[in-house]
Structure formats: C-alpha cells, structure tokens
C-alpha cells in the first residue's frame, strides 16, 4: 500500500531525542557536501584540474553573476552565505530524487506495535528543516539591516513616533515581516513534498517508466525552489540594508 | 574620526580578502529580480489573516472577551491589504 507521511518518522530514539529519516538524510548530504568542497579546494591549486571542478566553478560562478544582479557592490559580503544556502537546498532536493530515498524501508516499534518506515526522506520534504532554513534567512536579513543601517536606524521601519500612520504602518510592517519566515518554510517545504507525494503516487499506478518525465520536472523544481529560495533572501537583505525613506 | 568597518569579502573565482564596506549609498542592485517577490504573494495576504484570527482567538481565551477575534480578523484584514499595496508600490 502508498506509504505517505507528511510529518518525518522517528527511525531511532536516544531517550528524548527522536533521530528522524529526514534528519539522516540531512546528515548524510550535509557530509558529503563537505567532502565535495574539500574536493573542491584542492583542485583549485592542482596544476591540472578534473572536469568535475570546471563543473563545480560553472555553477558557482554563475550563481555570483546573478547575485551581483541583485545586490550589487554587497556581493562580495553576502555571496558566501547565500551560496552555501543554495547549493545545501539544492542537494537536499535532488537527493530526495534518488532512488532508494523513501523506498528502502526499516521495522519500527510505535506505540507497542512493529510498523514500517522508509529509512530515508529527503532532506527539504521534512517541515523542520524547511522552517529552519525560513528563520535561518530571517534572522540573516534582520543581523545585516542592524549591521548595515545601524541599530536605532533599522529599527525605526518598524518603530515609528513621528505620526500615527506611520506608527500604525510599521506595526503591519512587522507583521509582513514575520510572515516571511512562515512563506520561506512553507514554500520550500510545499513543493518538495508535493513532488515526492507526485512520484510516489505516479509510481503507485504505473510501475514501469511513467515516472520518468515527472522525475525531470521535479530535478528542475528541486534547482528553481533553491534558486527562488536564496534569491528571495538576496532580493530581502538588498531592501533590508538599503537607507530608508 | 570612526573606525572603517572590515568585511570579508569573496569574488567569483573565490579568492577571499579583506575590504572595507561599501557606503550606503553605493550602487544597488538592479531590480530585475524584485520581481520575485510576487512568487509569495499568497503567504503575504493570508498569513497576516491567520495570524489576526489565531491571535484574536488567543486573545479572547486569556481574557475572557469576545470581540478580541472580529479584532483580530480586521488588523489582519488591513495587514493583508497593506502587504499587498506595498508590494505593488515598491514594483514600481
């Protein structure tokens, strides 16, 4: 029978601490996104250099001209932490696509009964990690306004006593503001887990090969939702630290 | 006369050095991605409601009241649509 969970299920407990598929997951792309820039590295100084490197500068190079676009001379300042943030999505979303991810399944025990559970979930297809990232990026944009513009400066968006409109208007600005964090999660979190929900379902009902084309479309939605996602925060801090009128 | 503020700074073949930060009123970016912000024009106009209402329903269980959640519903209301115009006055 479709097995589809929208909460991530507990494969191990270590007492109170729940070790969750999509937590492993997350471990296991996180390591070998390490390894891959350790790679990397390495190559930069080797006298000849492998095709997997001229792959790997394509891609970040690209990803800093369309950043540039955005943030202009900040760049230099922001790129590291916003590319770091798109090729983790990135590879969260393209490794929940691998087969093996959400099929390979390990006996449980829940509330006193054996129940199965797949051993992986893509990384992104769990809300936690989705809404770790939304306040990761919050928290990102609110740290460079107050860096950028200053403490009492930045605050005065939201903080206005000059009038009461405007002190009315930056109570709303506050509350857009929070509902960032809850669009950046619910975004991400949405068409992940729509897109695994999609391939199972299709799986479900044509074993052989209709998967296929789908599969294509979720590799590309998997790379335009990290892209929406890090852009987003770009577009985000370059309103943030800009002088307010 | 204040201290410059350093930054780390990268550039695209990822030589990384140190620089001072540009001025505030250095060049911005150019506005061709603002549009992305349109992409989560349905969170903007209805998580304001959600968090009126939920806030108006908490409201009124501590306290006792009942108008707090037809409060709730018509700041929210008025974030939602204030989110909304913002979004479009700035695109501009």
């Given amino acids: 029978m479709l097995h589809i969970s929208i909460k991530a299920e507990p494969i191990l407990t270590l007492g109170e601490f729940h070790i969750t598929n999509s937590l492993l997951t997350v471990s296991i792309v996180l390591l070998l996104t390490f390894f891959l820039g350790l790679y990397y590295y390495r190559q930069m100084h080797a006298p000849k250099k492998s095709g997997l490197f001229y792959l790997i500068d394509f891609a970040v190079s690209s990803l800093y001209t369309l950043m540039k676009s955005v943030l202009g001379d900040k760049t230099p300042a922001f790129f590291p932490v916003l590319g770091a943030m798109f090729f983790f999505i990135l590879f969260q979303n393209w490794f929940g696509l691998v087969p093996g991810v959400g099929s390979i399944l390990v006996k449980v025990m829940e509330h006193g009964e054996e129940t199965f559970v797949p051993l992986l979930r893509g990384g992104t297809a769990d809300l936690n990690t989705a809404l770790m990232l939304?306040?990761?990026?919050?928290?990102?944009?609110?740290?460079?306004?107050?860096?950028?513009?200053?403490?009492?400066?930045?605050?005065?968006?939201?903080?206005?006593?000059?009038?009461?409109?405007?002190?009315?208007?930056?109570?709303?600005?506050?509350v857009g503001e929070f509902s960032?964090?809850?669009?950046?999660?619910?975004?991400?979190?949405?068409?992940?887990?729509?897109?695994?929900?999609?391939?199972?379902?299709?799986?479900?009902?044509?074993?052989?090969?209709?998967?296929?084309?789908?599969?294509?479309?979720?590799?590309?939605?998997g790379m335009i939702q990290a892209l929406v996602f890090s852009m987003l925060t770009a577009v985000f801090i370059s309103t943030a630290t800009a002088k307010h009128h | 006369m204040r201290k410059k503020k350093k930054m780390y700074a990268v550039d695209a073949e990822g030589n990384?050095?140190?620089?001072?930060?540009?001025?505030k009123r250095s060049s911005e970016g150019g506005t061709k991605w603002q549009g992305l912000e349109y992409s989560?024009?349905?969170?903007?106009?209805?998580?304001?409601?959600?968090?009126?209402?939920?806030?108006?329903?908490?409201?009124?269980?501590?306290?006792?009241?009942?108008?707090?959640?037809?409060?709730?519903?018509?700041?929210g209301a008025v974030a939602s649509f204030y989110n909304l115009w913002k979004l479009v006055k700035e695109s501009k």
């Fill in chain 1, 180 to 221: 960032k964090i809850i669009s950046f999660a619910f975004r991400l979190f949405g068409n992940i887990f729509a897109g695994e929900v999609l391939l199972a379902v299709i799986a479900f009902l044509v074993p052989v090969l209709a998967t296929f084309p789908f599969l294509m479309l979720e590799v590309f939605v």
């Fill in chain 2, 40 to 75: 989560s024009i349905g969170f903007y106009l209805t998580i304001p409601f959600v968090l009126g209402i939920g806030g108006g329903i908490a409201f009124d269980r501590w306290f006792g009241t009942s108008q707090g959640v037809l409060i709730g519903i018509l700041l």
């Fill in chain 1, 134 to 174: 939304g306040l990761f990026a919050f928290a990102f944009i609110q740290y460079n306004g107050i860096k950028y513009l200053g403490f009492f400066e930045y605050m005065k968006k939201f903080f206005n006593f000059r009038d009461p409109i405007s002190f009315f208007s930056g109570i709303l600005e506050l």
């Fill in chain 2, 16 to 23: 990384v050095s140190q620089k001072e930060i540009p001025d």
